[in-house]
Structure formats: structure tokens, C-alpha cells
């Protein structure tokens, strides 16, 4: 334990030094560490785990074994490469797609108008294209640290579905773009700002927990249909409550939703 322990004081004093002679101790290289602490900690565990066979049975390669694992782990913590969401040329294209649909896990989704659709993804998220369906997926390792989801598209009509994991969802229009879309099973946090509403928004919630802000034209009309579970409604500004032909229409069953509308932009 005393050779661990001294490792890990020979990383410490050799971080300290490249920082004030080399000058990389940046922010980034900090967001590097946590993001791989993040990843390997259970090595931790490993070599605390292999140490203590060690003390039951006093055979020397477990000492190495643990001690090996300890330096693998502190190694791994600077070299590991780690993924920004605004390291250049890591984007995906697409095209023919219609309908996008976000499955597991847990991350972030940020969407962006432009010219073509290019999907940029981080580590421990998986993207793929099943015909008019491009399918974002949290995948099975690397589940800790940042998950991030960018999303560049088109002036066109999508779909959206959200499924079986958690999500927050940003997004800044000149104009709707999303026909529709779903979440079940899910805990779900969307915040859209739309300067106009060129097409009617079909919104349906079922058995997840929803919280809704939209930044909406005035004169916008929504209706709200519930049934079961719990609603909190807030409206603000100019828009209109009717069931003929909304904008917007909610559909909501089982869940726990919040939603708040903002007329006037």
C-alpha cells in the first residue's frame, strides 16, 4: 500500500510541475481528467480488491498485479482521449430522414438550423440509420461522464420520439419544424423557441414525466388534452386555448407534466 500510495504522489507532484513549466493544466485538460476519472474509477476498486487478496495470502505477484492496475488507472487518466461537442470534423451526415428517435440512457440533445443534417454524438452514444429513421441510442458502456447530442439539419419536417431514458432538449427555430412528437417511458425536459408556427405541432406524453417550455408567435393557438396523472399549466402572454385545429395540441396520459407556453415572440 505504501508503493501505491507513493505512485500516487509522484502523479500529483509531476501534474503540479508540467502545469507551471509546460502550461497545460487548461480547462479542457481538466474536463480530460474528470470525464476519464469518470470512466476507470472502478480500477480503484480493482486495486484496493487485489491488495487485500494480497494480505490473505502473501503472494507477491498480487502486490505487482495491484500496483500495476493503480498505474494503469492514473495513466489512463491522461491519455484517454475524451470528445468535445465542439471538436471539429466529428459529424455525422445524413439523408432521407424523417423521423428521429432518441432511446436510453441519459444525455443532452442541442439543435441547430442549417444547411444539411449532421449529427455529432459523444462518447457513449450510438447513432444509426434504419431507412427513414435515424435512431439515437445510449449504449451500454462508457455511462458515465457527459453525453452529448448535436443536432445541424435542413429546412424540413421531422418527427421526434424519445423512449426509455432521461433527456433535455434545446432548440432555437425561425420556424417549426417537427410535425410531431412522442415521449413514453421517460423523463423528458424540452425547451423550444419557435418565431413562427408554419405547421401544426402533435405533442403526446405517456407514463413519463414531461416539463414543456415553448417560446411561441402571438395569436399561436394549443389545446391541452389530459387524462390521468398530474398537470401543471402555465400560460403566458398572447395565445389562444382551442380545441379547433390548434397549433399545438397536447395529448398527455399517466405521467407527471409541466407545461409552460410563452406567446409574444
Not at 87 to 112: A, E, L, N
Request: glycine share 8%; net charge neutral; charged share 20%.
Amino acid at each position: 500500500m505504501k508503493i501505491i500510495f507513493g505512485i500516487f504522489l509522484i502523479f500529483i507532484g509531476t501534474l503540479l510541475l508540467t502545469t507551471i513549466f509546460l502550461d497545460v493544466f487548461s480547462l479542457s485538460f481538466l474536463t480530460r481528467i474528470f470525464h476519464n476519472l469518470g470512466l476507470f474509477w472502478p480500477l480503484i476498486l480493482i486495486t484496493f480488491g487485489v491488495y487485500f487478496i494480497y494480505l490473505s495470502v502473501r503472494k507477491r505477484w498480487l502486490y505487482f498485479l495491484s500496483v500495476g492496475v493503480f498505474s494503469a488507472f492514473l495513466i489512463l487518466l491522461l491519455v484517454w482521449p475524451y470528445e468535445s461537442v465542439s471538436t471539429p470534423g466529428k459529424y455525422q451526415v445524413f439523408t432521407g430522414v424523417k423521423r428521429i428517435s432518441f432511446k436510453s440512457g441519459g444525455f443532452t440533445v442541442r439543435f441547430i438550423e442549417g444547411e444539411e443534417l449532421r449529427v455529432y454524438a459523444s462518447s457513449g452514444i450510438e447513432v444509426s440509420k434504419l431507412g427513414s429513421d435515424l435512431i439515437v441510442k445510449g449504449s451500454l458502456w462508457r455511462k458515465l461522464g457527459p453525453k452529448i447530442v448535436e443536432i445541424e439539419f435542413p429546412r424540413d419536417i421531422f418527427e421526434l420520439s424519445f423512449e426509455n431514458g432521461a433527456f433535455t432538449v434545446k432548440g432555437e427555430f425561425e420556424e417549426n419544424r417537427f410535425t410531431r412528437i412522442e415521449t413514453k417511458d421517460s423523463v423528458l425536459n424540452i425547451r423550444f423557441n419557435f418565431q413562427k408556427m408554419n405547421v401544426p405541432l402533435y405533442f403526446e406524453a405517456e407514463d413519463c414525466v414531461l416539463e414543456v417550455l415553448f417560446r411561441l408567435p402571438t395569436g399561436v393557438s394549443y389545446f391541452i388534452d389530459k387524462k390521468d396523472g398530474l398537470l401543471l399549466k402555465t400560460i403566458e402572454g398572447n395565445i389562444v386555448e382551442s380545441d379547433f385545429n390548434p397549433d399545438l395540441f397536447f395529448k398527455l396520459k399517466d405521467g407527471v407534466f409541466r407545461v409552460h407556453l410563452e406567446g409574444g415572440i
